[in-house]
């Protein structure tokens, strides 16, 4: 099956800070998706990208299929950005099963 | 709310029992999923169901048993729980036109 790698494993910042998540997969997608999970345990959908740009407030992501990677940016971070972010992968039309990545563990110190 | 509604939120209940966790989606998504996220909070999928149809039914225990009475609805029967069991459910839906996910809140089952 396919293989989501993410990286950095866990990322600890001062808020006001930007950082850049990365996703690697190993196969050809035509979906992927972008969660949040906060303290709390709730997955937040935060891009559907499975190609280009998106940006959404202070939040962005880039998806470049042909080199099989996704970015996640965020800007000025803050405390409530805490949590962990997931990268999850589909590769079947018509079969929307996820793929998820192991996760980025973001911590913003205030 | 549009949302994705599952209960209960908390499960504790001894080995050997059978329980039930009851999704809901009010969103006029045509699929609906099971995942399960372990310790490690690594998340695997169970089940997908389209249109009441299982299309996605990866390999769990058959102890495991999901039921679509309608496209909103997607149940998640467990029967002779076992300790390694124990994990947050999460249910969640999506439209095949749009792909993005939308996730429960999560049941938190803890087997003793």
């Known amino acids: 099956g396919i293989q989501v790698e993410q990286s950095p494993p866990d990322l600890i910042l001062q808020e006001g800070a930007n950082s850049t998540l990365r996703c690697n997969f190993s196969?050809?997608?035509?979906?992927l998706q972008w969660f949040h999970q906060n303290p709390w345990g709730q997955l937040i959908n935060l891009f559907y990208?499975?190609?280009g740009t998106k940006q959404n407030g202070r939040l962005s992501a880039t998806t470049v299929a042909t080199e099989r990677y996704s970015l996640l940016y965020i800007s000025s971070s803050q405390t409530t950005d805490s949590g962990v972010y997931f990268c999850a992968v589909g590769t079947n039309f018509g079969n929307e099963k996820l793929t998820f990545g192991t996760g980025t563990r973001l911590t913003i110190i205030p | 709310d549009t949302a994705v509604s599952q209960t209960p939120k908390y499960l504790v209940t001894q080995m050997g029992n059978d329980k039930s966790i009851k999704c809901e989606q009010n969103l006029g998504h045509d699929t609906m999923y099971w995942y399960k996220q372990d310790s490690k909070k690594f998340l695997k999928i169970m089940f997908s169901y389209n249109n009441k149809e299982l299309i996605i039914n990866e390999t769990v225990p058959n102890r495991f048993s999901p039921k679509s009475p309608d496209k909103a609805h997607l149940n998640l029967h467990i029967n002779s729980l076992e300790l390694g069991d124990s994990a947050v459910y999460f249910c969640?839906?999506?439209?095949?036109?749009?792909?993005?996910?939308?996730f429960g809140s999560g049941t938190r089952l803890t087997v003793v």
């Open positions: 990208i499975p190609s």
């Open positions: 196969d050809s997608v035509n979906n």
């Open positions: 969640a839906s999506s439209h095949r036109q749009i792909y993005g996910y939308t």
